[in-house]
Every structure is written in structure tokens, then in C-alpha cells.
């Protein structure tokens, strides 16, 4: 695996190595052919300069095959079928050509960039490659090469085996392509993925501080305001400060349980959540009970058939119902309010009015960055739905409507 990563990494370096072991096996193979085939006699071919030149043209540039790769193999295929046509001795053509012209032919194709020019010089070089074959099998009349069949046969043979670096090149070219796509397509993918995390991770923590604060907010205020009547009435009306208490109380607990219910929640990644269910619109009489107790009576108004919605719609509503009615605690002078309910064929509208009354209102969350309406507009955003809030008739209207386009009925 290492030396397999270290030729990678050092291209250049290793197809030098190959091109000095071609030149070096052509010289012997050359002087080998000539002892076997003419003797004594013919060795002194093998140090002719015009073989020497012919046998380095055809293996020496293939330690540039990946760097020139249509140049390294002109020059290969040049050099051999210069070779076979101009030497005018007998010339044993040598193994090693062959093989230098599989791995330029190779290199040409694998290496050289995508282009007009590289497919040109391709095809030149095939053919030159084809029309030394057929010049040398079909048209030479030396006995050994048989009858015509044979020759049509030696001809298709050889056609075919110098195809294949050209196939095989082709194919891994491919390949390696291909791996580079999705090399590319799953890096993207991790980005994609990692993205989707963010994202996920700031909208869940926009949730949980959506739901602290619809919590935590609605009980507070209760609290408060139920301190302030404890504090007016203690000094004349000592026997009503119990019930106040009771108030703060009840409110307190509420609160520490749906922080239990929330935090616990979170705590339990991998177990079943086996606390109490996210409130719904079956739950607002409680809601309201403890308004009437923190001094805001609201009347409930219902238009059209209740039913049950989906689960994300009757906590998105109890929220902004659950949230309008702080708002009015905290900020308004009214000691009522009228909540209307309609229950459409398409939406589900809400809407919270408080009525005036001679107490000055404190100044209202309607100013941008109050997170109260912040919070509101998600939930009304979320399913689609829209959100108004502002002074009507003297006094202060929340209106949000939720589509009810495929909830179940």
C-alpha cells in the first residue's frame, strides 16, 4: 500500500524508472533476435546507430507519457513505424516496441485533456498503427505468413490486441471520472448535511425559547400582577391576601412543572418522553381560570363546529392565545377580554380583545423585537397563517388565522 501510494505521488519519477527498463530490455532483446536468427555475423546490427536511435525514440519518451501524452505518443508510434519501413537491413523488430506503443497509446487517451485535438491525433495514430499492420500481414509475401485467410486472420488479431490499451484506457478513464463525481457529489452532500444540522440545531433552539418564553412569561406575569393586588389589599383587606398567595402559588408550580416538562424532555435523548403532552385548545378553560384569578375575565366566543386539528395547530393557537392573554395581563387596563374562536371549513381563526376600562395601560409589545409577538409571528408563520395585532376600538386586538388545508377533521 505505501510503495502504491508513493509511485502515485511521484508520476514522473516512476515512468522514468520504466523507460530506462524499456530501453534497456530493447537492447537486449534486439542482440538476443540477431544471435538466435543470423549469428555471429549479424550482432554487429544491434550497435548500428540508426537501431540505437530507433529503440531510444520509442522508449525513452514514455517517461513523459503522463505530462505530453499526445507528443509521447507521436513520437513512440513515429519512431516504430519508421523503424520497420526505413531500416534497410534485416531488422528483428523487438518486443519491447510494442509493448511502448500499448503504453503511449494508453497515456494518450488516459492523460490527454478532453478536446478536439487529442481526439484527432487518436485517431491519426490508430490508423497509422492499422496501416502498419495491414502493410506487413496482408502485403508482405514471405511464405511463412500461409494462405489469405490466415493473413485477413493474423490481421484482425492484431488489429484487436492494439484496441485494447486504447479500450482499456477509455474504461478507466471513465472510471476515475466517475469517481471524481461523486468524490465531488459527497463532499457537497457532508456540506449539505452539515448545513441541515445548523439549521436544524438554531431551529430547535428558536423552539425551546419560543416555548420558555410562552412559559415562563404567562406564569410570571401572573405572579406579578397577583403580588402587586397582595401588596395593595394587605394593609386593608388582609383576609384576601391568602387567596392572592394561593394564586402565586398555583401560578409557580405551573410554571417549575412545564420547565420540568421542557428541560426533561431535552434530557432524554434516548428514552420515550414520558412526560406530560404539549397543551392544546381542550386546555383553555385552565388558561383562562387562571387569568380570572390573576383579574382579566375572558369571555369565550365560538363560531362554527370544534374539532379536534392536527397536534402542531392546537399548540401553535393555545400559544398565541396563551401568550396574548400575558400581554393583556401585563400591559392593559382592561379587567375583560373576548376571545373569539372560529372554526372554518379552510382556516381556524383566533382572536383576543381586551375591553378599556379607567386604568392607565402600560405601553404595548407591539414595537419590533418584543419576543412575545416575535414569537406569535413564528407560530402563525409556521403553518402559513397570518398574524395582526394592534389598538381597536379603544382598546387591543390579537388576530391570527392558521390554513387548515389537509388537517384531519
Avoid at 530490455?25 to 542482440?31: D, E, R, T
Avoid at 509521447?72 to 509493448?99: K, S, T
Avoid at 407560530?379 to 388545508?405: D, K, N, S, Y
Wanted: charged content about 20%.
Amino acid at each position: 500500500m505505501l510503495k502504491a501510494a508513493s509511485l502515485r505521488r511521484h508520476p514522473t519519477a516512476t515512468d522514468t524508472v520504466l523507460a530506462l527498463a524499456f530501453a534497456a530490455v530493447g537492447f537486449i532483446s534486439v542482440h538476443a533476435a540477431l544471435e538466435l536468427f543470423g549469428g555471429q555475423a549479424h550482432l554487429a546490427k544491434a550497435s548500428d546507430p540508426r537501431v540505437i536511435a530507433a529503440l531510444l525514440a520509442m522508449t525513452l519518451p514514455l517517461a513523459l507519457r503522463r505530462r505530453f501524452p499526445l507528443s509521447v505518443a507521436v513520437v513512440v508510434v513515429g519512431a516504430f513505424i519508421a523503424a520497420r519501413l526505413a531500416l534497410p537491413f534485416e531488422y528483428e523488430e523487438p518486443y519491447v516496441g510494442v509493448w511502448a506503443i500499448y503504453l503511449s497509446l494508453y497515456g494518450c487517451v488516459r492523460y490527454a485533456a478532453r478536446a478536439r485535438a487529442s481526439y484527432a491525433v487518436v485517431t491519426v495514430l490508430s490508423l497509422a498503427v492499422v496501416g502498419e499492420i495491414a502493410r506487413e500481414v496482408l502485403f508482405t509475401h514471405e511464405p511463412a505468413m500461409g494462405p489469405a485467410l490466415t493473413r485477413w486472420f493474423l490481421f484482425f488479431y492484431n488489429v484487436i490486441v492494439f484496441a485494447l490499451p486504447l479500450v482499456l484506457a477509455w474504461a478507466v478513464r471513465a472510471s476515475r471520472e466517475r469517481e471524481r463525481l461523486l468524490a465531488a457529489q459527497t463532499v457537497e452532500l457532508q456540506r449539505e448535511r452539515q448545513e441541515n444540522a445548523r439549521r436544524a440545531v438554531l431551529e430547535e433552539r428558536v423552539r425551546i425559547a419560543r416555548e420558555l418564553h410562552d412559559v415562563v412569561a404567562h406564569h410570571v406575569s401572573v405572579m406579578g400582577i397577583q403580588a402587586g393586588a397582595a401588596r395593595a389589599v394587605l394593609g386593608t383587606h388582609p383576609e384576601k391576601v391568602e387567596d392572592v398567595l394561593g394564586t402565586i402559588e398555583t401560578s409557580s408550580r405551573e410554571a417549575v412543572a412545564e420547565l420540568h416538562r421542557l428541560l426533561g424532555f431535552l434530557r432524554r435523548v434516548d428514552q420515550a418522553d414520558g412526560m406530560a403532552p404539549q397543551p392544546d385548545l381542550s386546555q383553555l378553560d385552565e388558561l383562562l381560570a387562571t387569568a380570572a384569578r390573576a383579574g382579566l375575565t375572558v369571555d369565550v366566543a365560538v363560531a362554527g363546529e370544534r374539532r379536534p386539528l392536527a397536534p402542531t395547530v392546537e399548540l401553535s393557537a393555545y400559544r398565541v392565545i396563551q401568550e396574548a392573554v400575558t400581554n393583556a395581563l401585563k400591559h392593559s387596563g382592561a379587567e375583560t377580554a373576548t376571545l373569539h374562536l372560529e372554526f372554518g371549513p379552510t382556516e381556524l381563526a383566533v382572536e383576543l380583545r381586551d375591553h378599556p376600562n379607567a386604568r392607565p395601560p402600560s405601553p404595548r409589545p407591539d414595537a419590533p423585537g418584543g419576543h412575545g409577538l416575535i414569537g406569535m409571528r413564528e407560530r402563525v408563520r409556521l403553518h402559513g397563517g397570518h398574524l395582526r395585532v394592534g389598538a381597536l376600538e379603544g382598546g387591543f386586538a390579537v388576530h391570527a388565522t392558521f390554513p387548515l388545508e389537509g388537517q384531519a377533521t
